[in-house]
């Protein structure tokens, strides 16, 4: 059963060294995931799953010790999706979106319960995601979530998907239902919008939806965003 969940946003600048001269920009954010994993640490799990959009080639799962680097973004840092262990070393690296769920894992310095990622494709549909997520809650007796990834990519003409009107209803509808917990409305978003807002979280939170089911946890927002024109969002269940 899902005892505890921790939503963070997934953007390679979330790692300093990535971000350069603009990273106290996230600062807030960094803090906030902090905060979140802090939650789940607390929550004592059996294990834990790292969750994060991928494409095809990404999408595992990936066991404890997978390596994942940032050098794609110029930069000469390696991560590994938890301790290494002794079985055979996996043969694919994390998507970025898990290699940044294993850099704040590094920096908070997990070693609470076994860990595992799985990449999620963004067009999965959300009757599959809620499968999913039913699926990773039975795993285990306590299970806890880490859910990787971003709100809209349009909240300003100088966004990665340029300014959408939509962009911004979209994000307070998620940040509101994520800061609730509320597994229906997490359920009811619209798979087609969010694809066409560059929202690559969406599926994600969708799979989180279908854990949680029968959880009966709480909601708490931690950070809610735009830098860069794209909503980052901090959330925990618990």
Do not use: H, N
């Amino acid at each position: 059963m899902l005892v505890a969940a921790a939503v963070c946003p997934c953007p390679p600048l979330l790692v300093p060294e990535i971000a350069a001269g603009a990273a106290p920009e996230l600062d807030a954010a960094r803090a906030a995931c902090t905060d979140a994993l802090g939650v789940l640490a607390a929550a004592r799990p059996d294990l834990l799953v790292v969750l994060g959009p991928a494409e095809q080639s990404g999408r595992g799962p990936f066991p404890q010790g997978t390596p994942g680097s940032f050098r794609g973004f110029g930069v000469d840092l390696d991560v590994r999706l938890g301790r290494a262990t002794d079985a055979a070393a996996p043969e694919r690296e994390l998507p970025p979106s898990l290699a940044v769920g294993a850099w704040l894992l590094e920096r908070t310095g997990w070693a609470d319960a076994p860990i595992e990622g799985l990449g999620i494709g963004e067009p999965l549909a959300p009757e599959r995601c809620i499968e999913v997520g039913r699926e990773i809650g039975a795993r285990a007796a306590r299970v806890a979530l880490l859910v990787m990834g971003d709100a809209s990519a349009c909240r300003t003409a100088k966004a990665p998907g340029y300014l959408d009107e939509r962009a911004a209803p979209f994000d307070a509808e998620v940040a509101r239902a994520l800061g609730a917990a509320d597994l229906a409305a997490v359920q009811a978003l619209d798979a087609e919008l969010a694809y066409e807002l560059k929202a690559s979280g969406r599926a994600p939170w969708q799979v989180l939806s279908g854990a949680a089911e029968g959880a009966d946890l709480s909601g708490a927002l931690l950070y809610e965003d735009a830098p860069y024109g794209v909503g980052y969002l901090v959330a925990t269940w618990s």
